[in-house]
């Protein structure tokens, strides 16, 4: 079955650290990626998508995702946290075309030590 | 720009009651989505309507019925709620192209079953 899994319920880094957060798709077909953030209290918000095409993807505010389809990996990466990035982090597939559905993964709760 | 819009922001009910949310978007979006939220979970769909009139059921529809009766609105109702019950039902819309499904989320409603 198509699945997407977030390895990490929850991950602390310290502002000003590098970040990676993991997710892991099983998909047969070519996947469309997407990383969405949730801020408390709020609805999620787009940080990047990937469509085919260059593996690594730019996002908003620094973020930047890595496409592997060796490793059926998606990984989220930034180069220095800040603390306003305290937020939990979901991964996202989309495995049909034209319907527009997503399957998540069940987040990663990052924390932000000062 | 646009904007989603959920009501109630909170919603209490009692066990074995109708319960009725309703989503608004000004994207013109097409495809509106519900999704169930539990804590420490992802999302998952629990219908969604490609344009007005048409529903389809997700992975989580026992339970719940939907009605997409103008493009711009999308109501959810759980038909029995469960005692104790407690989730976030968010809504979300998006344009379905070729490259262009980024879905867009409103702030939730948070259900809280006695």
């Known amino acids: 079955a198509q699945s997407v899994t977030q390895p990490d319920a929850r991950v602390t880094v310290s502002e000003g650290a590098s970040l990676q957060l993991r997710c892991k798709y099983s998909?047969?077909?070519?996947?469309?990626l997407f990383w969405y953030v949730q801020y408390p209290r709020q609805g999620l918000q787009l940080l990047l998508k990937?469509?085919?095409?260059?593996?690594v993807v730019q996002g908003v505010n620094g973020f930047e995702a890595e496409f592997s389809k060796s490793n059926s990996s998606f990984h989220l990466r930034k180069a220095s946290v800040h603390w306003s990035d305290w937020a939990v982090y979901f991964c996202?597939?989309?495995?049909?075309?034209?319907?527009?559905?997503?399957?998540f993964g069940d987040g990663t709760v990052l924390t932000v030590k000062p | 720009g646009g904007i989603i819009t959920q009501t109630p922001k909170f919603l209490i009910g009692q066990e074995g009651q109708k319960l009725t949310l309703k989503c608004q978007q000004n994207f013109n979006h097409d495809t509106m989505y519900w999704y169930r939220q539990d804590s420490g979970k992802g999302l998952r769909l629990i219908y969604y309507?490609?344009?007005?009139?048409?529903?389809q059921k997700g992975d989580l529809s026992e339970g719940y019925d939907a009605s997409r009766e103008k493009k711009s609105s999308f109501s959810l109702t759980v038909t029995s709620a469960q005692k104790n019950e407690m989730a976030v039902f968010l809504c979300?819309?998006?344009?379905?192209?070729?490259?262009?499904?980024?879905?867009?989320f409103g702030p939730g409603t948070r259900l809280l079953v006695l």
């Open positions: 979300a819309s998006s344009i379905v192209r070729v490259n262009q499904d980024t879905q867009y």
């Open positions: 996202a597939v989309s495995m049909e075309a034209n319907t527009g559905k997503l399957t």
């Open positions: 998909y047969f077909g070519t996947p469309y």
């Open positions: 990937y469509y085919p095409g260059d593996p």
């Open positions: 309507s490609i344009t007005e009139n048409d529903l």
